[in-house]
């Protein structure tokens, strides 16, 4: 079984502030994905990262995927109350059942204004 | 175009009842996979359904099944509740085919309490 971990779990911090969060993984990812999940809905995807090394940009988020593709960081700059929610890796693995993304538990961030 | 649809949005049920779950695909998408959310484990994956095959099944007892129909809408079934089945239950489709790197889209859930 595969197993992804995510960090911090909670992560509380005042608008404007930065913060990285983490997603970690024994074996190598096909590709990875990031979500956020706000209360009552269901996650939206946020990005998809396939190579090493590979780095996204959404706005404020930046998204970089580690070299040998087992850890990958989400990086927000100026927080803002809007980016407060929970925030999901989910990856693929090869030799995995290929339609099969495995989540990990979430980063639960609240941003005070 | 209209997003993924779950229903119902919310329901009870007693131990040793039974359970369906409904969900229709963003129309195209020829991919459904559910998932159970909870606080302790997050999202797992049950099983994925694609022109009415299922394609993958995740770690879940015999008691949780699926199917799919020729429209794509797929439908869940958990069997002999157990308290532990409470749960946010999410429908994602995907347009994706024999890839693996498509987007999931989501719907809003259909939350479980077993009593």
């Known amino acids: 079984t595969q197993l992804l971990e995510q960090s911090p779990q909670f992560l509380s911090i005042q608008e404007g502030e930065n913060l990285t969060v983490y997603c970690n993984s024994s074996?190598?990812?096909?590709?990875l994905q990031w979500y956020r999940q706000e209360p009552g809905e269901g996650p939206v995807l946020l990005v998809t990262?396939?190579?090493?090394?590979e780095v996204k940009k959404l706005k404020r988020l930046t998204f970089q995927f580690g070299d040998a593709r087992k850890d990958s960081s989400l990086h927000i700059t100026a927080a803002q109350p809007g980016d407060t929610g929970l925030y999901l890796c989910a990856g693929t693995y090869s030799g995995a059942g290929s339609y099969q993304l495995t989540f990990g538990k979430g980063t639960k961030l609240s941003v005070i204004p | 175009k209209a997003g993924v649809t779950q229903t119902p949005r919310y329901l009870i049920k007693t131990r040793g009842q039974q359970v369906t779950l409904s969900c229709s695909p963003i129309?195209?998408?020829?991919?459904v996979s559910w998932y159970q959310q909870t606080p302790g484990q997050g999202l797992q994956f049950l099983f994925e359904y694609f022109s009415e095959t299922q394609r993958n099944k995740g770690n879940f007892p015999g008691r949780f099944s699926g199917r799919q129909f020729s429209n794509s809408r797929s439908e869940m079934n958990v069997s002999t509740l157990e308290l532990g089945d409470s749960a946010l239950y999410l429908c994602?489709?995907?347009?994706?085919?024999?890839?693996?790197?498509?987007?999931?889209?989501f719907g809003e859930g259909s939350r479980l309490t077993v009593l």
């Open positions: 074996s190598v990812f096909s590709s």
């Open positions: 129309s195209g998408h020829r991919s």
């Open positions: 994602a489709s995907s347009s994706r085919g024999s890839g693996n790197t498509g987007e999931l889209f």
């Open positions: 990262v396939v190579t090493g090394g």
